[in-house]
C-alpha cells in the first residue's frame, strides 16, 4: 500500500482497535480465571490477588490463613475465587469502608472462606464451607 493511501490511516486505526480489544479480552480473561489458579492453586491466587486488589482499590485487606492447606480442586478453587473477587469488589464500592478480611481456614477436610467487612449498615459476612456447598452443587448437577 502506497505511504500516502488513504486507506494507511483507516488500517492503523483498526489495528490498533483491535490491539486494545484484545488487551481487554486477556485482562478480562485473567480477572475472572487466573491462569495462576490453575498452575498453583488457590492459595498462591490470593497471595496475588488481595495485594492487586489493594493496589488498585486501596481496601486495606487483612488475609488470614489457618490449618494445614491441602490442594483444592480447580473447579472448587474458581468459585472461591470468584466469591472474594465478587465480594471484595463490592466492600470498595459499596460498603464505605477502607477495611475488608478474608479468611481462609483450612479445616480437617473442609475448607472455610470468609469475607467480612464493617462497612455501611451491617456487618457483612459470606462464609462459604466448600465440601458442603461443593456436594450440594454437585448433586444438582
Request: aromatic share 6%; charged share 25%; net charge negative.
Amino acid at each position: 500500500m502506497p505511504g500516502d493511501s488513504p486507506l494507511r490511516e483507516d488500517l492503523k486505526e483498526v489495528q490498533e482497535i483491535t490491539q486494545s480489544t484484545l488487551n481487554k479480552v486477556r485482562g478480562l480473561s485473567q480477572a475472572l480465571h487466573p491462569v495462576l489458579l490453575e498452575e498453583a492453586g488457590l492459595e498462591a491466587t490470593l497471595d496475588w490477588y488481595i495485594p492487586t486488589v489493594e493496589r488498585q482499590t486501596g481496601l486495606a485487606v487483612h488475609y488470614e490463613k489457618s490449618g494445614a492447606a491441602f490442594p483444592v480442586e480447580t473447579g472448587a478453587g474458581v468459585h472461591l475465587y470468584r466469591v472474594v473477587q465478587e465480594s471484595l469488589n463490592n466492600i470498595s464500592r459499596h460498603a464505605q469502608t477502607h477495611e475488608a478480611w478474608v479468611r481462609l481456614n483450612y479445616a480437617a477436610k473442609d475448607l472455610v472462606l470468609e469475607v467480612e467487612d464493617h462497612g455501611k449498615d451491617c456487618v457483612r459476612k459470606k462464609v462459604c464451607a466448600v465440601s458442603e456447598w461443593w456436594r450440594c452443587a454437585s448433586a444438582r448437577n
